[in-house]
């Protein structure tokens, strides 16, 4: 067996943001190289902290869904998978065991010498007769003053395309150091300019500030007056939507260090947690906010306020991706970061195989059956929050200043409306849904979202509008 891990950084606020992870999940999954394919998140669940919990084999492959290197693949990543390792990732990647698991972890795909051939497809989209007699090709980064790494990527593609004699000129620019993409019309002579982003995914920069900062008006903008004459801008999508992404994770997960032929087993412990889930969903029973029953041969799960009502009044779907888009927004429309919130929206039931049951709740309640079934079999370790805080880098070290009681001032709003049970502030839990307790749900460790919470709390912004998570 092989599991693939696929993880990006979420977000607390915006349910796009993982778009584009479960896109290549799905693309991938498709294929059938790996018994099964993963998502975990930094700002989502499951979470690093959780995510390897969650596979089903002991040879796992982690491709850190970014792209360039920098702040989260060097130091973020590998801390909360446990990892046993900071700083710059070598080329062929590193391995561990873990907890019996043989775990391999990958630069981030964006680093990927094939992305080069990623950047001409999206220039050639943005502009089929780009020509280079008159052609400047702009790779277009992020930038940042915290990792001189993230930069490098950029350079070096930029570097390699100016040798590939496709185009006029290659320049590389950036929108948070210089050289600054707004700084454009000095630099570039050539009549016909095509913008490449490379950005992970289509957001707020690539829809907004990009176009802002380089006074576009769409997919192409005439400039008629520039200090080099008139000049035209094609601007193109961003490279980490382009579907052939895809295949350059496959690569990274081929060339990963200490890749087997044989692969690894199913993981016990694991293997155990989801045949009591399904020995649960047999006989019928609670999860949660959720009632699942057995019904010829399939399963259907629908919310336990919504038990009686016909099916004809719910929306069906049958896929356990269509389950996971039902319940990514609460019913007022709004991203639910975290999935054991009481705030599951109702009105709909999904119909699913025994295989698909699996993948369906994974999607419901991520690390919810594994950590609860570790509970029940009392082999769940809490981490307590001075733990947690220790480990807090970056801007979310100074949840370390935070007093145990503006922790709990916090945890009283943001934990209240959660099923989860906080091991980690002491509480205990002497029954699980296993034992017939719906909601008796295990909270290991302060998740993403109180941590950002706490930071804010200190920085004495919270409440007041100022929240960046």
């Known amino acids: ?33 790996f018994d099964e394919v993963v998502e975990g998140y930094w700002k989502e669940e499951p979470s690093l902290r959780q995510v390897l919990k969650t596979t089903a084999s002991t040879d796992v492959t982690v491709i850190p869904m970014f792209i360039s290197e920098g702040y989260f693949t060097e130091t973020v990543i590998p801390r909360e998978l446990g990892l046993g390792h900071q700083g710059p990732v070598p080329p062929e990647g590193i391995a561990r065991v873990l907890g019996g698991r043989t775990v391999r972890y990958t630069l981030p795909y964006g ?46 593609n930029a570097q390699a395309l100016r040798g590939s004699g496709l185009f006029a000129e290659v320049h ?17 002579t050539a009549p016909r300019v095509v913008v490449v982003p490379f950005f992970a995914s289509e957001g707020w920069h690539t829809l907004e500030t990009i176009p802002e900062d ?16 008139p000049q035209t801008v094609y601007y193109a999508k961003p490279v980490g939507t382009h579907p052939a992404v895809a295949d350059v994770i496959l690569h990274l997960a081929e060339e990963a260090r200490g ?55 719910l929306t069906t779907v049958v896929t356990p991706e269509g389950l996971r888009d039902l319940t990514r927004r609460d019913e007022g429309g709004n991203h639910r970061p975290v999935h054991t919130l009481r705030n599951l929206p109702r009105g709909w039931r999904a119909v ?12 419901l309640y991520p690390a919810v059956v594994e950590e609860t079934y570790a509970h029940h079999c009392r082999t769940l370790r809490a981490t307590p ?45 002497a029954q699980t849904f296993f034992s017939g307790v719906p909601g008796a749900i295990p909270c290991a460790e302060a998740c993403t979202l109180l941590v950002a919470e706490v930071r804010e709390e200190v920085s004495g912004k919270r409440g007041a509008g100022g929240h960046s998570h």
Request: aromatic share 6%; glycine share 10%; with cysteine.
């Open 1 to 33: 067996m092989r599991s693939l891990v696929l993880i990006g950084h979420g977000s607390h606020l915006n349910g796009e943001s993982a778009a584009a992870v479960y896109r290549y999940a799905e693309l991938i999954r498709g294929r059938g190289l």
């Open 111 to 156: 680093v990927h010498p094939s992305m080069r051939d990623v950047i001409v497809e999206r220039a050639r989209e943005a502009l089929p007769d780009l020509d280079a007699a008159d052609t400047a090709l702009v790779v277009l980064g992020h930038g940042t003053t915290r990792n001189e790494n993230s930069n490098r990527v950029i350079y070096e």
């Open 172 to 188: 590389a620019l950036f929108l948070d150091e210089d050289p600054k993409v707004g700084t454009w019309p000095e630099k570039i």
């Open 214 to 229: 380089m006074g576009l008006t769409g997919d192409v903008t005439e400039f008629p007056d520039t200090p080099h004459g």
């Open 259 to 313: 890749a087997s032929e044989r692969g690894g087993d199913e993981d016990r412990a694991w293997h155990a947690a989801w045949q009591a889930l399904v020995s649960l969903a047999r006989r019928g029973g609670r999860l949660g906010e959720v009632l699942i029953s057995a019904q010829s041969g399939v399963y259907e799960v629908r919310h336990a306020l919504d038990e009686g009502r016909p099916g004809s009044d």
């Open 352 to 363: 699913l195989s025994e295989d698909d049951l699996v993948r369906g709740v994974h999607f």
């Open 385 to 429: 929050w001075p733990t947690t805080a220790r480990r807090q880098t970056g801007i979310y070290s100074r949840v370390q200043r935070a007093t145990p009681e503006q922790v709990e001032h916090v945890a009283s709003e943001v934990c209240a409306n959660c099923l989860r049970t906080r091991l980690w502030a002491g509480e205990t839990l």
